[in-house]
């Protein structure tokens, strides 16, 4: 296949380009070392909603069309918004796409769907399918405590291994064209006049369901670190790129726990990674905050890849980046019902050296 | 766009072949006038299995596993596997996948999903970056009813406008490649040595999400309706084709009530369609057998396509199909919080007659 590498590995010859994205987040993750880089932070996270559900799901909607009006583009050139979430039958997604009037199509992979929805998005764009596409995830952290653990009204005790879902929500247009967001888009939050770099998604490895029989919903990173390094070792020998070839291998949300486990895992596998592995997770909030093992959602890395990682790739802080989102494939029932955790994690090279 | 058509819809040169099938069914499923066509009927619905959940799963993998048998194809050779369910973080695919071994993307498009994983699989065939995927879809009469309505031990009434989710699951596997599921292959379901005709997707297209107010969870039909009547007309629209270039166009599970709603609104807009027009709802069942409405789920569809529609296709019974899965993104969240109901559809155009 022309366009396989390896086993599991994606090669994009025609380099979809990233034109817009659009990050935001709630208040806490507003008070947290990533503030500077979001685009928005909510006041309230409510977001002027009755429900939470209703908040995560404007979130998200904000994100997309934000990331829309970024790029340049008009709801019409847009060929599929593609994106997921948390909540049961991903409400947060197919609510807020009922209003946008956009081919969607919807996704599960949890905290992984950030990169799944890019993995797609950027087949779509690279086979020629679609010029436009948005890909989205959210999260919000009083939607998942509810569906997952307890509502908050409880007060119930976190162990330390557990992590924080962040309310965060973040999107970023594809194209097949040159023309975007420039760096006046990008209003205050971005230096005026200077030549910003391009992204491009250049690389996208799908990974396998692994796991290896956690049954603790709270020690989520330790579920997920395996189908991380699973992927990553398989995205570099897919491609042959030895760790160094990237400035950023950034995890999604494995928390302080599970980053440790990935590292160690990796060392053990011969690749030695810890200066330049980064976790979304131990990124979002300073330790003060008390979130125990670090952040978690699929916003988390969504956010943070929208925000930070987007900008500091457009100054060109950062040439290539690896992001790996992570995902723990649990429900309530599966858990209830005495099932261990299934963990995956798919990963998305990103380049702005233009070329493959 | 080399590969687009219209505005929704994709146009897939390459033409990826259906290589294998199969469908499995409950009890029920099994007693109605499709019962015929499937590959597999379980006598108890428990499938050996000491919850729902499982037994679902388990029906997913079975699927799954036999379609890819009988593709002639090993484990090792499939580059993804693609499926949704309707159970919370789809649990039914995510339990499956985790014993295959084989990189997966999760789907969530409710009913949908046998078309939406239908059209993301063709896509990575058709764009050359897979050799062979694929597709499924689940859904289990007693998970669906504990999850969106009520425990089976309350006994509760259902209105006549009520659908009955199918225990049913179907898979496909999708090659670029000729080689595959033979004549023999079907075992006694298929006559022997008659040659059979070799099953081609042609176009997709990808629905928009169409919320027309309803509220009713025993009104899926009514919910659906308007989102598969706009998948059909923008289909046609985009393709240039009138509806009887189609010898079948089949909707997932709009039931008595909404395929009787999708005929008019259709009849409306100018596209008479009534002789043509199936719904895998109203077949999946006979009226004696109590179901109200008809069949729902996402297996209903799925288990129809691959069982009776793939083999008169075979047969040559069938020559151009075009089967739109229709999804009603609900959740009992979205339910208690007063939320209506968005309606999607998905339509993917079958070939024997291999030609684009």
Redesign the interface.
Known sequence: ????LGK?T?RFYRMPRIVGSYSIVGEKEGKGPMAKWFDMILEDDTYGEK?W??SESKMLKQAILQALQKSGREKENI??VLS?D??????SS??M??D???????????CSTMT?SL??GS??I??????NVIAGASSHYCTAER?FRMPLEHGNQRPPSAQWTATAAGAMVLS?SDKGDSAVAHGKKMPQGKEMKELYITHAT????I?TGIKDANQMGAAMAPAAVDTIIRHLSDTGRSPDFYDLIITGDLGFIGKDIAVDLLSGAGVEIEGILKDCGTMMYDKKQDVHSGGSGCGCSASIFCGHVYREMRLGNIKNALLISTGA??????AQ?G?SI?G?AHAVAVTTEGVN
């Open positions: 296949m022309k366009n396989k599991q994606f429900t559900e209703k060929d599929a997921g948390l909540i049961n039958q991903i409400m197919s609510f796409a009922r946008l009037s956009i081919p969607f199509l919807g996704l599960y992979g949890a799944e993995v797609l087949i779509m690279d086979g020629d399918y679609a010029a569906q097949s799908v990974g396998k369901i796991d494939l649990l429900s309530t029932i599966s019902q099932e299934p995956i």
